[in-house]
């Protein structure tokens, strides 16, 4: 990422440009509410000192921590039923990998997983998660092809209630944010599963690709408007991807980024840590 590193070689020996700053900003996929955050803050200071290239590298890094929560809450199982947790989506954005990597973050933990084979759109994704379950050696829920999605989180449900298993996680099918009838199924998957528990699903987390920049701030809104979001597993954020747009979606949606993919092994997901964000972007 080295974020910071080229804010301070653009800015090194030279007066600030503003404009340029800003450009830059949003060039990161900060989004501009946080870009001219930023800039407001430094010239803020600029009132009373000399802005150094430093300066622009430690204001930025103030800001975004002041956004970012230094670690969101972990997932916890609840006392006496199933925590149901609903997988959302564009397609590509490596989805139904991540929730076989969630799966397999939550068994390492001692926990009791079931899994919904809930994109029934697609012949490929159901056996996609089934190989993901029969490496995992976990239990998958899966219906006929075409079948409903939101009949299926119901019955896998039921399920994992009935065998006190801990962790119930609906991969869904991706869609396009834009589709409003696509859009109004995620909401009847919602509402079949709040039938057993008003609550349910407890967590409903967006897969973001880290690479699609301000293009996944406007996944997040839609589907936040959808399924009122309770965080982001982001994607491809090893190495390639800026990461900006995880400040962006926090700073704007108010929505935490929970985990994070850096890789394609199953190991290669990890709680999100802030400061090791930040630290990754210096």
């Known amino acids: 990422m080295n974020f910071f590193k080229s804010l301070v070689q653009k800015f090194t020996g030279r007066p600030v440009d503003w404009d340029e700053l800003e450009e830059m900003l949003i060039r990161s996929d900060l989004g501009v509410p946080m870009s001219l955050r930023i800039v ?39 006392p006496a039923k199933p925590k149901a947790i609903l997988i959302v989506g564009v397609n590509g954005t490596g989805k139904t990998t991540s929730t076989a990597k969630l799966a397999h973050y939550f068994q390492r933990n001692r926990h009791s997983v079931l899994l919904a084979a809930a994109d029934t759109f697609r012949a490929a994704a159901i056996e996609q998660l089934a190989i993901w379950a029969e490496r995992l050696k976990i239990e998958m829920i899966r219906g ?12 896998a449900y039921q399920t994992a209630d009935r065998r ?27 509402r079949s599963l709040a039938k057993h528990d008003p609550a349910a699903p407890q967590e409903r987390l967006l897969v973001v690709d880290a690479t699609t920049g301000s293009n996944a701030l406007a996944q997040a809104r839609e589907f936040h408007a959808a399924v009122d979001l309770t965080g982001l597993i982001v994607t491809k954020l090893d190495g390639s991807g800026k990461g900006g747009i995880v400040i962006a979606i926090q700073n704007e949606l108010g929505i935490p ?10 190991e290669d997901l990890a709680p999100f840590d802030s400061r090791a964000f930040i630290e990754q972007m210096l």
């Open 40 to 78: 407001t803050a430094l010239q803020k200071r600029a009132q009373t000192q000399k802005i150094t290239a430093q300066d622009v590298a430690e204001v930025a890094r103030e800001e975004i921590l002041r956004v970012l929560p230094i670690q969101p809450g972990p997932i916890r199982p609840l």
């Open 144 to 155: 006929q092809y075409n079948a409903d999605p939101a009949a299926l989180c119901y019955e």
């Open 164 to 190: 006190d298993i801990e962790f119930l996680i609906c991969d869904t099918a991706g869609r396009l944010h834009t589709k409003s009838n696509l859009m109004a199924e995620l909401e009847k998957i919602k």
């Open 257 to 266: 980024t929970r985990f994070v993919g850096t890789g394609e092994k199953l």
